[in-house]
């Protein structure tokens, strides 16, 4: 049923009655319209009996209430073959295969001839035909429904009766399709069934024959079979051709190489799909790198590729018709290696506990993990993008202000730590900037300063000059009223002035403590603010501090 509900169209259920019953020996299934109907408004011929099915299809309404077809397969289980894989063993009957025959039948291929001591009639003694019977004829092309008496049995028991439609013929390379019609007339197995010879096993036509072989399996009815049944007036699939294209295979990095997922197409081309063409293009060029061929798996992994280069891909089905359409391109997808990590989530998990302080969310693995595959950026840039987000860089940033703008050092490590810890837990800002103030580092350092000696120190740290007269005047008045040392700290070093001349020294102490658990030495902090101030990206920087044998140890 599931094969031809993507084969023939209706708008009205078909609706089946099916039996498992004792049947005559040799005898594996029969299967036939459980009504026959004419001339309804609308038929497109007078006189003429239609399948049921095809009647309601073509009228787009249910015109009997009489189950569609009606069909009956043999109860010996021995004899049947269950499976769907068309592997069906020595000595067994493929049932998919006889019930998608049968109910052919029930469809409407099926005549209405008999034939009874020589004499053959059409109709069912009606004396209107079949639809089937209007495209049948002899080898002289003479219609069988222009026939009666002797002469209709002679024909129908000749060896040489004709299926002849338009559509049938197209299916057929222009012929007309021969029908089975021994010199012994076989009731039920005459007429209504493909010659045997002419469709052996394996024709692809073989289905409508009116044997099937042990161990035989068809899946499909064939061109000539399909063109037939559009000639009887239903909707069918296409002729047997090229697959669809599939959807866009997934890619998914990895290091040097990508590995790519798909799935076999919507429309195969009513073949078996038994390989694909894959397709590798480098960003946006318009002609492929390389073409590969594959079997009928449907994943293949690609090696020999240049991490951070971005490709696309696309994949294309094969069958015996030949190389089907091709897939939409993949998204973008770059090769990457997050050494030392095993895998590009085990990577944005440690820089979110480095830099951040806890676990990223399922969004940010995601996120991350999406920005490297696509090729967006390095494990380095995802690296220096972790720690300038939220959570990280506002959070030890503005704590690394603070120590240059009271003490003109890098921070030590402890020191750093824990003060960045008890930002994170909610201490302002103001009062870390007070604890400062009044520690005895800046005591031992400066002196008991009075407002406007504090003023001016301030200026001297944070701006590298003396304070102007105004300013001078402007801040000690506001100390003076009660404004606290560590509010005006913090209004300095945060300052957009100020942010600005100390980014690449708060970048880099910020990516030291994040990858190395330590704040940089002084030589080490000399060389990279120089190269961050000529340019150079932090997340250049990252990567080559994750290079180092420091940093795989520490994460080891």
């Not at 024709?203 to 037939?228: K, W």
């Not at 830099?355 to 840039?381: M, N, Y």
């Given at each position: 049923?599931?094969?031809?509900?993507?084969?023939?169209t209706?708008?009205v259920?078909?609706r089946?009655d099916?039996?498992w019953?004792?049947?005559?020996?040799?005898?594996?299934?029969?299967a036939g319209a459980?009504?026959?109907?004419?001339?309804?408004?609308?038929?497109?011929?007078?006189?003429t009996?239609?399948?049921?099915?095809l009647?309601?299809?073509i009228?787009?309404t249910?015109?009997?209430?009489?189950?569609?077809?009606v069909a009956a397969?043999?109860?010996?289980?021995?004899?049947?073959?269950?499976?769907?894989?068309?592997a069906t063993?020595?000595?067994?009957?493929?049932?998919?295969?006889?019930?998608?025959?049968?109910?052919a039948?029930?469809?409407?291929?099926?005549?209405?001839?008999?034939v009874?001591?020589?004499?053959?009639?059409?109709?069912?003694?009606s004396?209107?035909?079949?639809?089937?019977?209007?495209?049948?004829?002899?080898?002289?092309?003479?219609r069988?429904?222009?026939?009666?008496?002797?002469?209709?049995?002679?024909?129908l028991?000749?060896?040489?009766?004709?299926?002849?439609?338009?559509?049938?013929?197209?299916?057929?390379?222009?012929?007309?399709?021969?029908?089975?019609a021994?010199?012994?007339?076989?009731?039920?197995?005459?007429?209504?069934?493909?010659?045997?010879?002419a469709?052996?096993?394996?024709?692809?036509?073989?289905?409508?024959?009116?044997?099937?072989?042990?161990?035989?399996?068809?899946?499909?009815?064939?061109?000539?079979?399909?063109?037939a049944?559009?000639?009887?007036?239903?909707a069918?699939?296409?002729?047997?051709?090229?697959a669809?294209?599939?959807?866009?295979?997934?890619?998914?990095?990895r290091?040097a190489g990508?590995?790519?997922?798909w799935?076999?197409?919507a429309?195969?081309?009513?073949?078996t799909?038994?390989?694909y063409?894959?397709?590798r293009?480098?960003?946006s060029?318009?002609?492929?790198?390389?073409t590969?061929?594959?079997?009928p798996?449907?994943?293949?992994?690609?090696?020999g590729?240049?991490n951070?280069?971005?490709?696309?891909?696309?994949?294309?089905?094969?069958?015996?018709?030949?190389v089907?359409?091709?897939?939409v391109?993949?998204?973008?997808?770059a090769?990457?290696?997050p050494a030392?990590f095993?895998?590009?989530?085990?990577?944005?998990?440690?820089?979110?506990?480095?830099?951040?302080?806890?676990?990223?969310?399922?969004?940010?693995?995601?996120?991350?993990?999406?920005?490297?595959?696509?090729?967006?950026?390095?494990p380095?840039?995802?690296?220096?993008?972790?720690?300038?987000s939220?959570?990280?860089?506002?959070?030890?940033?503005?704590?690394?202000?603070?120590?240059?703008a009271?003490?003109?050092?890098?921070?030590?490590?402890?020191?750093?730590?824990?003060?960045?810890?008890?930002?994170?837990?909610?201490?302002?800002?103001?009062?870390?900037?007070?604890?400062?103030?009044?520690?005895a580092?800046?005591?031992?350092?400066?002196?008991?300063?009075?407002?406007?000696q504090?003023v001016?120190?301030?200026y001297?740290?944070?701006?590298?000059?003396?304070?102007?007269?105004?300013?001078?005047a402007?801040?000690?008045?506001?100390?003076?009223?009660?404004?606290?040392r560590?509010t005006?700290?913090?209004?300095?070093s945060?300052?957009?002035?100020?942010r600005s001349?100390?980014?690449?020294?708060a970048d880099?102490?910020?990516l030291?403590?994040?990858?190395l658990?330590?704040?940089?030495?002084?030589?080490?902090l000399?060389a990279?603010?120089?190269?961050?101030?000529?340019?150079?990206?932090?997340?250049?920087i990252a990567?080559?501090?994750?290079?180092?044998?420091?940093?795989?140890?520490?994460?080891?």
């Amino acid at each position: 049923m599931d094969i031809w509900s993507t084969l023939v169209t209706s708008s009205v259920p078909i609706r089946v009655d099916a039996r498992w019953t004792a049947l005559g020996p040799g005898q594996l299934g029969g299967a036939g319209a459980g009504d026959m109907i004419r001339d309804w408004t609308g038929a497109p011929r007078p006189s003429t009996w239609y399948a049921q099915a095809l009647a309601n299809a073509i009228a787009g309404t249910d015109l009997s209430a009489q189950p569609d077809i009606v069909a009956a397969f043999s109860n010996d289980s021995t004899l049947w073959y269950l499976g769907t894989d068309g592997a069906t063993p020595s000595g067994k009957y493929d049932l998919t295969s006889v019930v998608l025959h049968e109910l052919a039948h029930g469809l409407g291929f099926a005549g209405s001839a008999e034939v009874t001591s020589g004499s053959g009639r059409l109709g069912y003694g009606s004396g209107f035909p079949t639809a089937f019977d209007r495209f049948t004829g002899t080898g002289a092309s003479t219609r069988l429904t222009a026939i009666t008496g002797t002469a209709l049995g002679a024909a129908l028991t000749s060896g040489n009766v004709w299926f002849d439609g338009v559509q049938e013929r197209a299916g057929l390379g222009g012929n007309r399709a021969p029908l089975y019609a021994p010199s012994s007339w076989m009731q039920g197995t005459s007429y209504s069934h493909w010659d045997e010879a002419a469709f052996p096993p394996g024709n692809p036509n073989s289905l409508m024959t009116p044997y099937i072989a042990d161990g035989e399996s068809i899946f499909d009815p064939g061109d000539a079979m399909l063109g037939a049944l559009r000639d009887l007036g239903w909707a069918t699939a296409g002729p047997m051709s090229v697959a669809g294209a599939p959807a866009a295979p997934v890619a998914t990095s990895r290091p040097a190489g990508v590995d790519l997922a798909w799935r076999v197409p919507a429309d195969t081309g009513r073949q078996t799909v038994t390989g694909y063409r894959i397709r590798r293009y480098v960003g946006s060029a318009a002609t492929p790198e390389a073409t590969v061929d594959t079997g009928p798996a449907t994943s293949l992994r690609v090696g020999g590729l240049v991490n951070g280069r971005i490709y696309r891909f696309t994949v294309a089905a094969v069958n015996a018709s030949g190389v089907g359409a091709e897939s939409v391109r993949s998204p973008n997808v770059a090769p990457f290696d997050p050494a030392p990590f095993a895998t590009a989530d085990a990577l944005v998990t440690r820089q979110y506990l480095d830099f951040v302080g806890r676990s990223p969310t399922a969004a940010e693995v995601s996120l991350w993990r999406t920005f490297l595959s696509s090729g967006a950026g390095t494990p380095g840039d995802a690296v220096a993008g972790i720690a300038r987000s939220a959570g990280s860089a506002d959070k030890v940033q503005p704590v690394v202000r603070l120590y240059w703008a009271y003490f003109l050092r890098i921070p030590d490590t402890g020191g750093l730590r824990y003060w960045v810890g008890r930002y994170r837990s909610g201490t302002t800002l103001t009062k870390i900037s007070s604890s400062f103030a009044g520690s005895a580092e800046f005591r031992t350092r400066y002196g008991s300063l009075t407002n406007g000696q504090f003023v001016t120190r301030v200026y001297q740290n944070v701006f590298g000059r003396n304070p102007d007269p105004g300013g001078l005047a402007y801040w000690v008045g506001k100390l003076d009223a009660g404004l606290s040392r560590g509010t005006m700290m913090v209004g300095f070093s945060e300052s957009a002035e100020y942010r600005s001349m100390l980014a690449s020294e708060a970048d880099t102490v910020m990516l030291w403590l994040g990858m190395l658990g330590r704040t940089p030495a002084q030589s080490e902090l000399d060389a990279t603010v120089a190269r961050l101030d000529a340019g150079t990206t932090l997340g250049r920087i990252a990567t080559e501090v994750m290079a180092t044998t420091e940093y795989a140890a520490r994460v080891a």
